[in-house]
């Protein structure tokens, strides 16, 4: 019932941008995770987290894919890291329609980082062997109707994508299959 509060653990991958060493295996491991079968594949493209590179200047930034938006934002954001100014949108962590980062390469549904459900550790944490990605976790109370908001959230990106009716299909053909 909303309104009502209950216990949700929330975890947070810290990022020491110090430490990145830009080698991408966070990429690598995330996309192959993801592949459909799991791990039959790795595409960086199919990542949930994309290191910005500059080699030259020796500056690496991984970031994480964050939620879903259906319009460009109207505000927009510049970064200047030693002295160089990067594109706009370049630390984004949305999938925007502006760009063609955090969506999936084939379908073009939106990616988002799911911390590895169903693992005890997110990969990308694993795998980073330089300790650029921590993960902390807190609990916290939260209202019962947040994780239905997630759901819709989720649920409205794919009927932009196949249009609501499709969707529908979809479902009632899964529900019939057991
Ligand atoms: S695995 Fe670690 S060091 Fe390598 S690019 Fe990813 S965050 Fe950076
Ligand atoms: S936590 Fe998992 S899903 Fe999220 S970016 Fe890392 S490897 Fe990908």
Partial sequence: MKGDKKKKTIKTIKIDVDKCNGCRACEVICSSFHAAPKYSSNNPARSRIRVIRDPLRDVYVPVYAG???????????????????????????????????????DSGLPLKCDMCEGEDEPLCVKWCLVDALQVEEREEEVEEG????????????LADKYGMDKIKDAITRLSQKD
């Fill in 67 to 105: 939620e879903y938006t259906v319009a460009e934002c109207a505000g927009r954001d510049k970064y200047t890291i030693d002295g160089k100014e990067y594109d706009e949108c370049s630390f984004c962590r949305a999938s925007c329609p502006s760009r063609d980062d955090f969506k999936e390469p």
């Fill in 146 to 157: 947040e994780e239905q908001e997630e759901l819709e959230t989720g649920l409205e990106s």
